[in-house]
């Protein structure tokens, strides 16, 4: 059974701090590794994504990889009251359907 | 450009009547994905097609669902006898590559 593991939060955190997400994901064949937000009532939305060990930064994103740990992770820096939502792990194979975790809703406070 | 798009956006419809789902994928996009979410729940994958073919359809939970796609483009999603379990939001993704984007999804409310 693959799986993707998340803490499901919530995880509070002051405006202007960061954010730090983490998953663990059981299928050593993962190719591709995602995070998805979602906001409440919303469909999910790509802010990030990355195939290969290491860091990956967009803006105020970095994505983490860790793939001998089978361990992916997202930073939110300078937090914002707006990115308060629920941030969503998925990984895959190529050309095949994502596996997601179950999500950590995000709470930032002004 | 345009997204992907999916309607209707919400859909009531009583316990036992046959609904159908559709899902526009974005122009070019040859991969396209079915997915339910219920309420609490994660992500379930349904359905997986590639151009007109489906070569992964292992997440359909009963006999009941079925899925076309024709041209390559437009896929419909049909839920047979529907039944209160049916009750979530159907979202569609499609894909030119790795990554999938989402629809804005289909909120089914079966009474």
């Known amino acids: 059974q693959k799986e993707v593991e998340q803490n499901s939060g919530p995880l509070s955190v002051p405006e202007g701090a960061i954010a730090s997400l983490n998953c663990t994901y059981s299928d050593r064949g993962s190719q591709s ?3 998805y937000r979602q906001y409440s009532g919303k469909s999910p939305e ?14 105020r994103f970095t994505a983490q990889l860790n793939k001998a740990s089978q361990y992916v992770s997202l930073l939110i820096r300078d937090s ?13 194979q190529a050309g095949t359907a994502l596996i ?4 950590t809703t995000l709470s930032v406070s002004s | 450009g345009a997204g992907v798009s999916q309607s209707p956006s919400n859909k009531v419809t009583e316990k036992g009547k046959d609904v159908e789902l559709r899902c526009d994928p974005i122009s070019g996009h040859t991969a396209l994905y079915w997915y339910r979410q ?7 994958f349904l359905i997986y097609f590639q151009g007109n073919s489906a070569p992964d359809k292992s997440g359909l939970p009963s ?3 079925s899925a076309e796609r024709t041209g390559g483009s437009v896929s419909t999603l049909t839920i047979q ?31």
């Open chain 1, 80 to 92: 914002q009251p707006s990115d308060s939502a629920t941030y969503l792990c998925a990984v895959n």
């Open chain 2, 38 to 44: 219920s309420l609490g729940q994660g992500l379930e």
């Open chain 1, 33 to 35: 590794f995602f995070w």
């Open chain 2, 81 to 111: 006898r529907t039944q209160q379990e049916d009750s979530a939001v159907y979202l569609c993704a499609s894909s030119s590559a790795h990554e999938q984007y989402f629809g804005p999804g289909t909120r089914l409310t079966v009474t």
């Open chain 1, 100 to 103: 997601f975790g179950k999500g």
């Open chain 1, 46 to 59: 790509l802010i990030m994504f990355i195939y290969s060990n290491g860091d990956k930064e967009d803006g």
């Open chain 2, 63 to 65: 006999d009941r669902f």
